[in-house]
């Protein structure tokens, strides 16, 4: 049964904080603990979480608040299940950071953090919505509103993260696969195909492929466990097609081999496509090669605020997705969102995300992208590109007109298929000079003498990516590269970039909960910075009366002193 917890807005008169020195106390609430119960921990919904819970009348639950914030914590510090338990039990910051004055109070059962992840995932599956990401959203959009934090500018970077998987080869996931379907067998079954199993089962998959050497071994290996499988999956579908272990092997299966009439080949590395199986833990993660590195697991696309008058920047949205998703489809699935939320007009990027589909998004969502670089061939230095044009273009965002670089104005028509046509006045094109250096890419037509120019909406679109990158090109790139200090902020309590969970929803929550903290952290020293220049200002305030009494005696001496000195009959 739900109930919300509102036991912490009630501080207890004798508590493990309150007995604490007056200087320890106050360094206590400045920490990271009171920033973060201040800022994250009281701005919890709690209510957003009954959907997990019983309505019938039974035991309350653990406090959904408290549930949460265990998770932002563990991300945000890194710490293992064991480690955030003892953290909560003993650890006098966390349980503040959680509203607990007195140690022992809100004692579960870390069993309880295990369930409510077990029902986060199990309403993601059929609902389709993560409750730690809404969460996050409504608890930033509150940060963003009390601080002040101006939106209209936003930056937006993608690295790479992996679940917590071993690195495998095609040979191991395949011995790893028929182990475990060995595993689910009755025994009768299992005793029927001991021998297809025999010489996968004798020791555990990696001591399989170690003990195969060679490139041509490694093919033999290949072809001979193909046919096993190929056979196995024939015998067991009738009694374990809706086993789990069964539509593994038989998906590995599909995307390692062809099926031939003379039986299953092994495919060449080349043939296998990048959303292959990776772990037989992790059904979700793919392979990606990314200049000269190669990752498998998942990608983390980060957006946070950038707008230079801020004094201080807040991540705004966190996205994680199979690492071979293009940066360009994350920007078009976020824009939505961030458009609803914050006042978004403007994203800085660098040159991944300009796509057709960001083109889309962008132009629908009416938001201007700016990169700090660009994908794909560049231009010709010699010659015109459409980037030179200038294009107005309707509410719908088709092309109206069109301005050459020598000023020429001409309407722009639909083509007869596809595309946009602009044609040009002969007269003026005749002698216009970059047709004589044949700069310009309007060319005369045989039945029609006018220049006629044709383009895409996708050319013009990236034509404007151009022109905006070109515009912005000494500046931008000062506001996007601090977005990476704020990936590695995120991924920091990581090692090597690894979470220590599998599964696209769970590496979700993680890398959402270590931004909440990153947020927390942030708070803290602008909060804190704040605070300083407060004391500093009345210190100042402080010392000036004294001083202007000081100088005001000074004066007075040195005034009655020359008075004195210099009057007449001084001395007589």
């Not at 019938?56 to 914590?73: C, F, H, I, Q, T």
């Not at 994350?330 to 939505?336: D, Q, S």
């Not at 970059?434 to 383009?455: D, S, V």
Request: aromatic share 10%; proline share 4%.
């Amino acid at each position: 049964m739900f109930r919300k917890n509102t036991k912490h807005q009630q501080p207890a008169l004798i508590s493990a904080a309150s007995e604490l020195p007056e200087k320890q106390r106050k360094r206590l609430e400045n920490s990271w603990a009171g920033a973060f119960y201040k800022e994250f921990f009281s701005r919890i919904d709690e209510q957003s979480f009954a959907v997990l819970y019983s309505e019938k009348d039974s035991r309350p639950n653990v406090p959904v608040n408290v549930l949460v914030g265990l998770e932002a914590l563990k991300a945000g510090f890194g710490w293992s299940d064991q480690e955030l338990y003892e953290s909560y039990c003993y650890d006098l910051q966390v349980r503040y950071a959680l509203g607990y004055d007195r140690l022992g109070d809100g004692d579960f059962e870390i069993r309880s953090l295990y369930y409510f992840r077990e029902r986060l995932s199990k309403y993601n599956a059929d609902e389709g919505i993560n409750l730690l990401e809404k969460a996050f959203e409504q608890i930033t959009d509150a940060q963003i509103v009390d601080l002040k934090v101006r939106t209209g500018m936003q930056r937006m970077d993608s690295t790479q993260i992996a679940s917590n998987i071993v690195s495998a080869s095609r040979l191991r996931l395949l011995v790893e696969a028929v182990q475990r379907v060995e595993r689910i067998l009755s025994e009768t079954d299992r005793a029927r195909l001991s021998e297809t199993f025999a010489p996968y089962i004798k020791d555990s998959a990696g001591h399989y492929t170690y003990r195969v050497k060679g490139k041509e071994a490694q093919q033999e290996h290949l072809q001979q466990i193909g046919q096993s499988i190929h056979a196995l999956l024939q015998d067991l579908k009738s009694a374990y097609a809706d086993e789990l272990a069964y539509q593994v092997l038989e998906r590995i299966f599909v995307e390692n081999f062809n099926l031939l009439e003379t039986g299953p080949r092994a495919k060449e590395n080349t043939e296998i496509t990048s959303s292959c199986l990776q772990s037989v833990d992790d059904l979700e993660a793919t392979y990606r090669t990314k200049g000269t590195g190669h990752y498998k697991g998942y990608i983390a696309n980060i957006t946070e605020t950038c707008d230079p008058e801020n004094e201080i920047q807040l991540i705004t949205k966190v996205q994680v997705a199979p690492n071979n998703v293009d940066d360009g489809q994350l920007l078009a699935e976020a824009l939505p969102n961030l458009r609803e939320r914050t006042a978004l007009e403007t994203m800085i990027t660098d040159g991944g995300y300009g796509s057709e589909v960001s083109d889309d998004a962008l132009q629908e969502q009416e938001v201007t992208l700016i990169q700090t670089a660009i994908r794909g061939i560049q231009p010709s230095a010699d010659k015109f590109s459409l980037s030179d044009f200038v294009i107005e273009q309707n509410e719908k965002g088709d092309p109206t007109l069109l301005t050459c670089p020598q000023g020429q104005t001409v309407p722009v028509l639909a083509g007869r298929t596809t595309g946009w046509q602009a044609r040009f006045d002969p007269d003026l094109c005749f002698n216009c000079p970059f047709q004589l250096n044949r700069k310009c890419r309007t060319q005369p037509q045989k039945r029609n003498p006018r220049y006629l120019l044709t383009f895409t909406t996708h050319e013009m679109r990236a034509a404007q990516r151009r022109k905006n990158y070109l515009a912005h090109q000494d500046h931008s790139h000062n506001l996007r590269s601090a977005v990476e200090a704020t990936v590695r902020s995120v991924k920091h309590p990581f090692p090597a970039g690894k979470l220590p969970v599998r599964g696209q929803f769970r590496v979700t929550c993680m890398a959402i909960a270590s931004a909440a903290t990153t947020n927390v952290r942030r708070i803290q020293r602008y909060l804190n910075a704040k605070m300083k220049q407060a004391e500093a200002a009345k210190s100042v305030q402080g010392e000036a009366v004294p001083a202007t009494v000081a100088s005001f005696f000074v004066f007075s001496a040195r005034w009655l002193y020359s008075r004195l000195v210099f009057s007449p009959g001084f001395g007589y």
